[in-house]
């Protein structure tokens, strides 16, 4: 009766206790995930959000873009691309005209990789999110549109 | 047209991208939180989420359960208790009947600084959720509660 719950309380509290509620689902969601990468592809997490951003763009990302994109430390980063390129999944290029900068991009062969990859990662959240129909996405999507983003007018529905 | 679009494609894409959706609110929250503790309190989230476990325990929590609550690694836990033991926000305790285990509580100066933090991270809440009237909160919170609840019978709303 969570309808219930919600009108007897203030607001903000009501606004608290989803809160909680979205991010136990999310980390809940995503320690499935973590799961499924370890035991059934001996990966991680942070290693599939690289190989996921290095995907995004084929021409190469330069290591501090890769950093800052996935909001981890540069470190980090370095160690799994440095991974990725010994085991042939990835490759360092030069930035042109700064000798000092690094890209890395897939190689074929991480590209098909990832891409088997994503293809159960996608299988693993159609199962987590199995009872969600088109009606509840939507739902969910739209009352998430209007969060972070400050500029969304709700009356209107129109950005600014 | 978030809706259109859900249409036009199969549904395990729209849940891979309401997943995502999901995610990318969930980590700019936790990001505004962590500004605003850091900014506001100089303190952190892991910190804030220790008292705040701490807080639901009056009588103490032993350091192994206070680490497996938070699903974060004892060391982190215990440099964060020892740090709050030093103000006297926290003490150590004796686990009766346990020569080896120590229990952490919070001291009335901890659960008052604790109660202040709360208050303030409701507030902020408050705000970013701000256009979420009753009825978004009750659209998201039913379609959450079937997420991660494989014993949720949706059809007859009863948990098994």
Same mark, same amino acid.
């Given at each position: 009766?969570?309808?219930?719950?919600?009108?007897?309380?203030?607001?903000?509290?009501?606004?608290?206790?989803?809160? #909680?509620? @979205?991010?136990?689902? &999310?980390? *809940?969601?995503?320690?499935?995930?973590?799961?499924? /990468?370890?035991?059934?592809?001996?990966?991680?997490?942070?290693?599939?959000?690289?190989?996921?951003?290095?995907?995004?763009?084929?021409?190469?990302?330069?290591?501090?873009?890769?950093?800052?994109?996935?909001?981890?430390?540069?470190?980090?980063?370095?160690?799994?691309?440095?991974?990725?390129?010994?085991?042939? #999944?990835? @490759?360092?290029?030069? &930035?042109? *005209?700064?000798?000092?900068?690094?890209?890395?991009? /897939?190689?074929?062969?991480?590209?098909?990789?990832?891409?088997?990859?994503?293809?159960?990662?996608?299988?693993?959240?159609?199962?987590?999110?199995?009872?969600?129909?088109?009606?509840?996405?939507?739902?969910?999507?739209?009352?998430?549109?209007?969060?972070?983003?400050?500029?969304?007018?709700?009356?209107?529905?129109?950005?600014?």
């Amino acid at each position: 009766m969570p309808e219930h719950a919600a009108r007897q309380e203030p607001l903000s509290k009501a606004r608290l206790r989803i809160w #909680l509620k @979205l991010l136990k689902t &999310v980390n *809940g969601i995503e320690a499935e995930i973590r799961r499924n /990468l370890r035991d059934q592809h001996g990966t991680t997490l942070p290693r599939f959000d690289v190989m996921s951003a290095l995907a995004r763009f084929p021409e190469g990302l330069k290591m501090s873009d890769l950093s800052t994109f996935l909001k981890v430390s540069n470190g980090n980063v370095t160690g799994i691309v440095d991974k990725l390129t010994e085991e042939e #999944l990835a @490759l360092r290029v030069a &930035v042109p *005209g700064d000798k000092r900068a690094q890209m890395a991009r /897939l190689t074929p062969k991480g590209r098909d990789a990832f891409a088997d990859l994503a293809d159960h990662h996608e299988g693993w959240i159609d199962g987590l999110l199995e009872s969600w129909t088109v009606e509840d996405i939507d739902a969910v999507s739209a009352a998430l549109d209007v969060v972070l983003s400050p500029h969304t007018d709700k009356e209107s529905g129109h950005a600014q």
